[in-house]
């Protein structure tokens, strides 16, 4: 590769998870630091970050027609230096190295702090692939965080050892590890300085975070949550993505308790079948999945409830898929996102025999999510006539518009002034009027002042 000028401009493309959208985020921090600024919306910019996801379909693939549109001028007018980061990066970097010559850099999900003297190798004309995982190092090497959304991402833990039999996240993020107790409140801290009020905790499996408090007593999820939900300023705590094993009684109980831990659970299921629910090695049963689920409901009874399903999973008969819809009536979602199951390289779940094909798939998933739709529809109509905080993110698409997101994590939007009550990070009440299948219409509520 030929030196080159340094980049004054950067573009992060984060595609997957929200760990991804926070990961896209400190990666353009420390780019930043490095005197390189975001590049502005419609212009070319001088270094490309896409930050990859591995978990279904052909996303390697897309990478290639990425990085074929960025260098043959299709995406911007001239070719930026390019670097893959994320789960493709950790699972394919030397082979994407080996096929994509344009590539300056492949950098894995636990490495990217590295990032700023792999650009500068790169203007010397020298690639890299860096896919080690110290995990915590790569924390430790963050800039301080300076800027913020009014609902920010948190990392607080990492990996998984679950190992389902379907999924890739094992071997890209590797094993799981929780980022410790003072950081994430310092962390924290810094995020409501710069703005934020609403917190996201991440992490592939959020509810095994444990930790040192400052008193040296091990602490889960519950009590980072009742620690962070000390912190002035901060009004709206949540938390994803969890697992039905890790959920502990005090877990259950911080629902009911603290007021600013939004009512909303993610909790996926994947399948309402224990025949595969087992193949995916999956530690829940239907039973036991709905169960724990009424223990949340009981603690908040105005839960609202999300989860993930993959329909077709290898050997997965008719009887068993209607196990899934049962769940789903059973359960009622107000939001859901559902799958069809895609073979994953190195999984286990990849070689078993009896591959679902393609319109079985299909035909099972259009039904599931009639279903889902259903109830996300419902759910959103019972909010109707109900008035409720909403915390302003941004602009909508017409002048006088905001938008921003119930307690339930409903979008919500209503039109106000431009200056005055409901600007971007305030929490406004509203009255929600007319609900649609997505969004909700409201209008800023007379009756109470937020
Ligand atoms: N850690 C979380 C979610 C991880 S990935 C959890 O365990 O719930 C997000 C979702 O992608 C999963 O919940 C699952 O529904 C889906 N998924 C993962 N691997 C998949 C695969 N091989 N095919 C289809 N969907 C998959
Ligand atoms: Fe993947 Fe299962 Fe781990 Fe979730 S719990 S990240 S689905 S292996
Ligand atoms: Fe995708 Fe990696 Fe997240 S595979 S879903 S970006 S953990």
Redesign the pocket.
Known sequence: MKPTNPPKTYRVKSFGCQMNVYDGERMGELLAEQGITPAPEGEDADLVVLNTCHIREKAAEKIYSDIGRLTKGKAQKKAPMIAVAGCVAQAEGEEIMARAPAVSMVVGPQAYHRLPEMVEDAVKGKRGTDTDMPAIAKFAALPQRRKSAPAAFLTIQEG?????T?????YT?GAEISRPYSDLVDEALKLVDAGAREITLLG??VSAWSGEDETGTRQGLAGLIRRLAKVDGLERLRYT?S?PADMDDDLIAAHGEIDKLMPYLHL?V?AGNDRILKAM??SHTAESYLRLLERFRAARPDLALSG?FIVGFPGETDAEFEDTLKIVDEVRYAQAYSFKYSPRPGTPAATMDDQVPLEVMDERLQRLQAALNRDQMAFNAASEGKTCQVLVERKGKLPGQWLGKSPWLQSVWYEGPENGRGAIGDLVQVDLIEAGPNSIRGALSETVSA
């Open positions: 998984c050892d679950k190992f389902c379907y999924c890739v996240v094992p993020r592939q499996n993505t697992h996926p994947q090695n999956r993930d």
